[in-house]
């Protein structure tokens, strides 16, 4: 079993960067593919981006292609999300996610492990 913690939320103007991490513990993260996760208040938990164990892999919702990067580091176990060009509607709750099957990753439905969450705000 692994266990996850992100990282690096926080409040930033709109068009701003930001970027999340995500530590894992133990289990080398080298075994899953990860993905990320966000909820909005009142909404339910959707798909952003997701990237296969070795990183040779990533897919990404519509809404973010082409300012969320999603990487990962298996030396020091953890996986990132870079964020560009915030929107007011990037703000969310977001959420780490593994899995040792990519194929629920890749049609984004969420994996079996979970993090806590961190928040993103993101004023106009």
């Known amino acids: 079993q692994v266990q996850l913690v992100e990282s690096g939320g926080g409040l930033v103007q709109a068009g701003g960067t930001l970027r999340l991490s995500c530590a894992a513990s133990g289990r080398t993260i080298n075994r899953y593919h990860m993905g990320w996760f966000r909820q909005a208040p009142g909404k339910e938990r959707e798909f952003v981006a997701a990237i296969n164990w070795i990183g040779g892999n990533t897919f990404y919702a519509d809404s973010v292609k082409g300012r969320f990067t999603i990487s990962r580091d298996n030396a020091k176990n953890t996986v990132y999300l870079q964020m560009n060009s915030l929107k007011p509607e990037d703000t969310a709750v977001y959420y780490c996610?593994?899995?040792?099957?990519?194929?629920?990753?890749?049609?984004?439905?969420?994996?079996?492990?979970w993090g806590q969450g961190t928040q993103v705000t993101v004023s106009s």
């Open positions: 996610n593994a899995d040792a099957v990519f194929s629920k990753l890749q049609r984004g439905a969420p994996g079996a492990y």
